[in-house]
């Protein structure tokens, strides 16, 4: 785990690897990830600073001096510490039933992280084991807690969309939304290209 900070123009500003990872290995991530580009976050259609926590994918790669190089294999934005959803749980009878669903709901974030329910985006009516799936998906939003969102060192209220994804069966045949749906809270996407570059 990485806690990063970019600055607006998308330069990194401050990284702090996990420190159970060996020391060396700290410092190479270190070096390398302040060295990344990313597209600034947006907020209220400005470039801001913010704080995020990723995760990279490493391979072990055995060198011809017999030593360990690590590559990259890739990265993905993960939730921050203090982040918590005990996932719901799915309803006995939509799965005896096969029932495969994808539920999006519009989710407000407080500037002191407090989590409320704004509404469901899709599908816009549930019934028969609909109704049963959406009841299990607001009682895991009503028990989700997290961190506020920090922009330019300030903690901002926003929206996000939770999207939970219910398959009874293998192979995943849930309808999809008609439109895709955007997060308002701020976050920033990696430029710099990666994969298979070593530390």
Known sequence: ?????VAADGSVTSVAPD????????????????????????WEGRPVSLRFTSALRLQPVTTTSGGYAIRVLGVSTQAP??????????????????????????????????VSLVGREYPRAVGGHLKSLDEVSKEAIAGFSRPPYVV????????LLQVFTFYSTGKPNAPEPEAPFENQCPAVKLETKIEGTML
């Open 81 to 114: 510490p203090g982040v918590h959803m005990e996932p719901p749980v799915f309803p006995r009878s939509a799965m005896r039933a096969a029932v495969n669903a994808v539920l999006v709901y519009r989710v407000h974030v407080a500037e002191d992280g407090r």
């Open 1 to 5: 785990m990485l806690n990063i900070e």
């Open 19 to 42: 420190p159970a990872l060996p020391e060396g290995l700290r410092a190479a991530l270190q070096k390398r990830i302040a060295r990344w580009r990313y597209e600034p976050a947006q």
């Open 152 to 159: 330019d060192g300030k903690p901002v209220a926003c929206d």
